[in-house]
Structure formats: C-alpha cells, structure tokens
C-alpha cells in the first residue's frame, strides 16, 4: 500500500447564493471564524469569487487561527499539496493535529495517514492506527477504508482478513468508492469472507459506476473471464478503454492483450503495441515484457532483438520471472546482445529458484554440456527431473535423452522409452520422432514398425520436420514398411517446402535418379539450389558435378566457374568427393587458375579418408600422363551410379539426439 486516503471537508460545503457570499464576506471582516472558512471555501473552488489559492489559504488561517476545525484541516489539506503555499508537510501535520484533536474526521484521518506515511512527522503505526480509528468510529469512509487496507494487507498492524473485512464494509456502505472496490477484491479472493464471485462483481460495479479506475479495471476482469456474471469481452474492453484513457497502467496492458489476441475487438498489434508502451511508462512489469515480445516476434513494430532484450532486461529486474528466463536466453543465443553463457546461467539460475520450469530444463542443459558454468551431470539431472515433475514435456524429453546417453549412470534404453513416451504423449514433437526411432529399432520394447509410422505421423503434424523427412526416407526405402514411392514423395516435398536442407537435396535426388518420380533434371538442379543455399554439402557438391556437365542447368550450359564455387563451398565443410572435385578444377585450371600444388594437397587430404578416386587421381597425377579421355570414361562410370548409391546408402532415418534448451517464453 503506497498510501492512505485524505478528503478535503471542502468539497462537502454547498453552494451559496451571492447575496450570502456578500454576508459572509462581512462577517469574516468583523472577525466571524465560520465565515472566514466559507469565504476560504469560497475562493478554493471559485464559487461566486474567481478561484484565488492564497486568498482561500488566507481566510483558512484566520479561521482556523480561531479554532475552526473545520478551517485547521482545510489549510493543512493545502499546505500538503502545495495550494496557494509552498509544499510543507511539517504545517500541515500542524494543523492536522489541531482539526483531530478537536474530533474533526478529516483532520483525523489525514493526520493518521501522515504517520502512515511519515509525511511531516516521524513514521509511527500506533499512532496511525489510533487516530484512523477514531475518525473510522466517527463514520469517516476514508478512514474506515485505510483502516481496512492495513488490516488486509499487514501494512503497520497484524494481518486481520476480518477486520480489513469489516472495516472496507463500513466504508462500502458509506458509498466509498475505494471501499467498494476493496470489498470486492477480498470477495473475489476469499479474504476475510467465503470466496464469492458474485459479490466481488456487484461491488466492482457500485465503485465502477462513480468511476473508480481500479474498480472499472476490476469489472473489466469480472466480464472478461466470466467471474460473477457472464463472460462478455466487448463489454471487458470498453471497460478497461475507459480506465486506460485516464492513464489505469494495468487496464492499459490489459486493453493492450485484448488488442494482440482479438479479444472483444478487431485484432491489431500496433494498438496492441501503443499501449503496452503508455503501461511499460509507468513502469509495468507485464507490459515491459509483452512490449518485449512484440520487438522480439516483429509484432506491430519492426523485429528489434536489441530492443527486445533491452525491455526484457528492465522487466526482469522488477522480479518478472518470464522476463528473467527471456533475458537469460537472449544471452545464451546472442540475441539483442552478445553471446554471454555466464550471465544466461545466471539468470536461468535465478529464475529457476523461482520455480520457473522452463528455466529449470535449460538450467540442466547448461550444467549437462558446462555452458556458463562447470559441468555437473548430477545438477543437471536434478533440475532435469525436477521439471519433468512440474510436468514439462521437453523436461521428460531430456531425461530420455540422459538415461539413453549413459553418462551418469550407463546406458537404458527401457527408462529412456518410459521418458520418451510420457513426453511424447503430452505433444512434444521431438520426443515422438525419437519414440517412433526406439519402435523402429526395438530399443526399450519390442521393435513395431506400426507404432514407428504412427508416432513419426504425429511428430510431422506437430511439425516435426525431421519426421517428415524419416518417414519419407522410410517409405522410398521400405524399411519397416511396405515401399511407397507416392507416401515418399509427399512427405519429402512437404517439408522440402518448409525449408528442410535434407529433404531438399533427397528431392534433388528423387528427380535426378527418376525412381519415384519422371526423371526432370532441371527440377532436380532447382532442389539442389535451395539446399545449396543452406550450406547443405553434398547438395553444393552435386550442383557443382550440374554445373560441370551441364546437366539441369539453363539450356545445358556448362559453367565451370559455378562448378568451381560449389565444389570450393562443398569442400570446405570436409566433403571428400568435393575436395576430389576441386583439386581436378585446380589442375585442370577450370574456374580457377591451374594450381598441381593445390591439386595435390586436396586430392592427399581426401585420399587419407579413404577415397578412392582421390588415390586414382594421385596415381595419374604421379604417372605425369594426363590422359583426359580416360579419365573421363573412368569418371563417367562412377557418376551414372552415383545418385542411386546415394538413394540406396545414404538415405537413414537419423532421430534428432540431443538434450534440449528450450525456446524463448511467448
């Protein structure tokens, strides 16, 4: 609680005509302490008289001078506030004191909440307690409702639930605005009183309808999940429009995700946007954070990682756990900042303590492969588990994973399955491709090819795409299931379209080889390509082997040049044949200048692999005959075999085998 309540006994005085402001105005001439606080009434709210601070702070003090309580408490409401005076506590807690000691309400409430507060006087609970309750026994709803918020909220007294209860009903009933909506917040949360919806949604409404922001928010909660009444998420966004127009930070947030999500109103995320800006201004955590989220996904604002992590990172250091795990992963990744492994295990430490689930299965996977802080397969097991308790799919993935890997305590295969399963069967995608492995492989349980299809199905509609691929490796191949050319090629476009380098080179192939589709080299040179581009080898080696002959290629050309750079990009990754390639392109001075040394040294590197047109190649280099023709004929026989060999040898479901770290926070 930041504060207590005053009201200004002021704004009770009613309304005089001018003929009895001018009797007035004489009498306080003459000395008549009621009329000078009219008079200063008068000159407060500009009523009959142009409004004029000094000359109502003028009056008050003579009044109050005289001992008008009424006057003392006015003119410590002003020196308070700084109205028509300098600010001064100290003369405010003054006059304060006079106006209570002489059983004024007002003065008694304000002087409490200035011990409260320590506003003018050194903080003091007793005596804060002491003069509220007097004011609060007099029938004064502020006062009444302070008293309830220290009860309820253990703020210089003992937590009382029922206490705070019966004073916030005082007040309520008074028709306080605050007190209804305090009220209504320990109806709504069983404080003091039997939890009932309900009543929280008919107090919410009194305090809403006299246009209590927090009451209005409250409402807007009440019809946006149903509570008391019946969900109605137009009528939640007018309400929280209403309060966020008045500057309600948390109404903002909230009118804010009503906006991203297309709640009760169109969907819109640069409004969305606007707003979770007004409420992170006033330094909402929430709003930091899904301000945070829009800069980091591009939504309603152009994609800024630095931004995002800069809005995570001011969250996070008001206690947001999301924001904690966030920031942590933003150094891990390098995203918005640099790459720092000590400073994300720090913060998924941290975030981890506060029970953060997601934050305990990368605070494992730190401590399994020592990232940011010393490997600890022990912790890393303990946190693992720990999160496979709270129920965390990728938590039981992991398990799997360790219990398969064997380094903490051997090799099993029957607990890595259990884990595996339980994992998979709550969705996680990765987990049902490895299950589907375990039931190819019989690893843990009997071997079923049934089970196998059907759980790597699961993971491709979850949008596995290593799934996806492996089943259609499976049906070209046959493996465990009856060969299907058509299932093959539909599901290796499916994720070829979705970017998968694998499937694109296997779509490369397909086309290629002409075994499960009509032969096309052209559409084979465009699969190539798009695999090529994501730095896949032996896609980059076989559009160096198009480029070369000229096969696929825009009207047979043959470009030696592009050839040279495939094979160059190929044969840095370590691909033999490509290195194979590239040394013929440097002793043959194709797309390069001629270069035997170069040559020599590519063709020993790949030879030292074991491969035997590397040796060839040496052998003819080393007979200083170089018979072209010859080693074209010999280079044509392997070629013609070539994409069949790699359909038949190369194509293996691979599982996706590692312990994961799991993505940031949406």
């Not at 005509?17 to 000395?31: F, I, P, V, W």
């Not at 008293?147 to 703020?155: R, S």
């Not at 480029?547 to 990754?573: L, V």
Request: glycine share 10%.
């Amino acid at each position: 609680m930041k504060k207590l309540l005053f009201v200004l006994a002021i704004f009770a005085s009613s309304y005089l005509a001018g003929s009895e402001l001018q009797k007035n105005l004489t009498l306080a001439r003459k000395g008549d302490a009621e009329a000078q606080k009219n008079i200063g009434v008068y000159y407060y709210k500009g009523t009959g008289v142009r409004q004029n601070f000094k000359k109502a702070v003028f009056w008050f003090k003579k009044s109050a001078e005289q001992g008008n309580s009424v006057a003392s408490f006015n003119l410590g409401w002003c020196y308070y506030n700084g109205e028509g005076c300098p600010k001064n506590y100290q003369e405010a807690v003054k006059w304060f004191q006079r106006a209570a000691e002489k059983g004024h309400a007002g003065g008694q409430n304000a002087l409490g909440a200035c011990y409260f507060s320590g506003h003018g006087v050194v903080k003091n609970s007793e005596k804060a307690l002491f003069w509220l309750e007097k004011s609060a026994n007099q029938g004064n709803s502020y006062a009444q409702f302070n008293l309830g918020k220290m009860y309820t909220e253990a703020v210089g007294v003992a937590q009382d639930y029922k206490k705070g209860v019966y004073w916030l009903r005082k007040s309520a009933e008074k028709g306080n605005p605050e007190g209804q909506n305090g009220l209504g917040k320990c109806y709504n949360d069983g404080l003091g009183v039997e939890k009932d919806h309900k009543q929280a949604f008919l107090w919410f409404r009194r305090s809403a309808a006299q246009g209590y922001l927090e009451a209005l928010y409250n409402l807007g909660i009440c019809y946006e999940f149903g509570y008391g009444t019946k969900v109605d998420y137009a009528k939640a966004v007018n309400l929280y429009r209403t309060a966020a127009k008045k500057g309600f930070c948390k109404a903002q947030y909230n009118l804010g995700v009503c906006l991203y999500e297309g709640k009760g109103t169109a969907k819109n995320y640069s409004l969305a946007v606007r707003y979770f800006r007004e409420a992170s201004a006033k330094g909402y955590d929430k709003a930091l954070y899904n301000l945070a989220l829009c800069y980091y996904l591009g939504h309603g604002v152009n994609k800024d990682f630095k931004k995002a992590f800069n809005l995570f990172c001011r969250a996070a250091a008001k206690g947001h756990v999301k924001a904690i795990y966030n920031s942590g992963y933003c150094y891990f990744y390098g995203h918005g900042t640099s790459p720092d492994y000590k400073k994300a295990f720090e913060l998924y430490n941290q975030a981890a303590q506060k029970n953060h689930v997601l934050a305990m299965v990368n605070l494992g996977m730190c401590y399994y492969y020592g990232r940011g802080a010393e490997k600890d397969l022990e912790k890393a097991l303990f946190y693992t588990r720990k999160a496979s308790e709270a129920g965390e799919p990728f938590a039981f993935y992991n398990m799997g994973f360790m219990c398969e890997d064997g380094k903490l305590n051997g090799t099993d295969y029957l607990q890595a399955f259990k884990y595996y399963k339980a994992a998979a069967e709550k969705g996680n995608e990765y987990a049902q491709c490895r299950l589907a492995y375990f039931y190819l492989k019989g690893l843990g349980t009997e071997k079923n090819s049934e089970k196998a299809i059907a759980w790597y199905r699961k993971a491709a509609e979850n949008g596995s795409l290593l799934a996806g691929y492996n089943l259609g490796v499976l049906y070209y191949q046959g493996i465990e299931v009856q060969k299907n050319y058509q299932e093959a090629i539909k599901w290796m476009k499916l994720v070829a379209d979705k970017k998968y380098a694998d499937a694109q080179f296997a779509m490369g192939l397909f086309y290629g080889a002409g075994d499960a589709v009509d032969k096309n080299h052209e559409t084979s040179v465009k699969w190539f390509s798009r695999a090529a581009d994501q730095g896949h080898s032996e896609a980059q080696y076989h559009l160096g082997i198009c480029y070369k002959k000229g096969i696929g290629t825009p009207g047979g050309e043959i470009d030696r040049q592009k050839a040279f750079n495939y094979f160059k990009k190929s044969a840095k990754q370590g691909n033999v044949s490509a290195q194979v390639e590239l040394g013929w392109c440097y002793y043959n001075g194709h797309g390069v200048a001629p270069d035997t040394s170069v040559a020599l040294d590519l063709w020993q590197e790949a030879a030292k692999k074991g491969n035997e047109r590397a040796v060839a190649a040496l052998k003819f280099c080393i007979r200083q005959n170089p018979d072209y023709i010859g080693y074209e004929i010999f280079m044509q026989k392997l070629e013609n075999a070539l994409m069949r060999e790699l359909l038949r040898g190369l194509f293996v479901p691979v599982p996706e085998k590692k312990i994961f770290g799991l993505p940031i926070e949406i």
